[in-house]
């Protein structure tokens, strides 16, 4: 009879992306570079934003923030996928797939919070231009942005507190790549209806309003634009948010493709695919959207590149 156990000492057996040996080098690579470009391309968005005083706005201070939060995301989950695939193993420890399961939430939901966020920014940048420095002040974004950490901390904490109620048995298999909530629910043979209800509570509050928020905002912008004659006007309104408005559909798209796969197949690899989307590709391409989209950005690292390379 397997043992059982919720205190710690059990691990979980985690699935690879390939069972072919072969691939499993050419994996290792992929998403080693991957990784570090995802490293690099956002420790180079913070120092641009934080280095140039051109981008010390609200808007670059909540990209900043997200940039920070999705380099931390992925840090979650790709390091001990290389070191599993280097050392061909697949294990991981019971407290280090909690830990794992806590920072993925926490992470994943200051995604969601600064995207909201940036976008009731381009609500107010566009639709009250005369008011947006007396309403977006320093101290509110501060506020704002400690606020939604803060939630997130709690939440994620109440989780790891019910999940470690429940009971798994030793070498228990998580069907992923890496330890997520929804999969270790599934891995368990405790009763779950607690996890579950705080589960869609918690998407319901921290998932649906935010997003309502966004599409709120962006039909005041919307609506806004279409009032303007000019053309100009137009255009920089768009320059502004344009870049939000294509990460916020990279996010919530591969989010919804997460949901989805999860929901409607068993196929454990279609899954991680569509987990690898939302993990490693989104805040790899997210650097890019706002460099290659953004004039301001893309000045601020230029600027901060020229400093770098005239240096001894």
């Not at 320093?138 to 109440?158: A, D, G, K, Q, T």
Request: with cysteine; hydrophobic share 50%; glycine share 4%.
């Amino acid at each position: 009879m397997e043992s059982a156990n919720h205190t710690g000492i059990a691990e979980f057996v985690l699935l690879s992306l390939s069972d072919d040996s072969q691939l499993q080098p050419l994996y290792f690579g992929l998403f080693l570079c991957m990784y570090l470009v995802t490293l690099l391309a956002n420790l180079l968005i913070i120092l641009a934003v934080t280095s140039d005083s051109h981008l010390h706005s609200p808007m670059y201070f909540f990209l900043c923030n997200l940039s920070f939060v999705e380099l931390c995301l992925t840090s979650a989950t790709i390091p001990k996928m290389l070191v599993n695939i280097q050392a061909q193993r697949k294990d991981i420890s019971y407290r280090g797939c909690l830990t794992q399961v806590y920072f993925l939430m926490i992470f994943a939901g200051m995604d969601n919070f600064l995207l909201t966020l940036m976008a009731y920014d381009c609500f107010v940048a566009i639709c009250q231009p005369l008011n947006y420095t007396v309403i977006m002040n320093p101290r509110l974004c501060v506020l704002l942005v400690l606020l939604s950490w803060l939630i997130m901390f709690w939440v994620s904490l109440l989780h790891i507190l019910l999940l470690k109620r429940l009971t798994f048995s030793t070498g228990t298999t998580v069907p992923h790549f890496f330890c997520e909530l929804s999969q270790l629910l599934k891995a368990t043979s405790s009763n779950t209806l607690i996890n579950i209800i705080l589960l869609y509570v918690v998407t319901t509050l921290l998932g649906v309003f935010p997003v309502t928020g966004i599409l709120y905002s962006y039909f005041q912008i919307v609506s806004s634009l279409m009032r303007l004659s000019s053309s100009v006007g137009k255009s920089k309104a768009f320059s502004t948010c344009g870049s939000h408005l294509c990460v916020v559909s990279l996010f919530y798209g591969t989010g919804l493709g997460v949901h989805l796969s999860s929901a409607r197949t068993y196929s454990s690899q279609g899954n991680m695919i569509a987990s690898v989307m939302y993990t490693v590709v989104t805040p790899m391409l997210n650097h890019f959207i706002y460099s290659l989209r953004n004039k301001d950005v893309k000045g601020a690292l230029g600027r901060l590149l020229s400093r770098a390379a005239s240096c001894p």
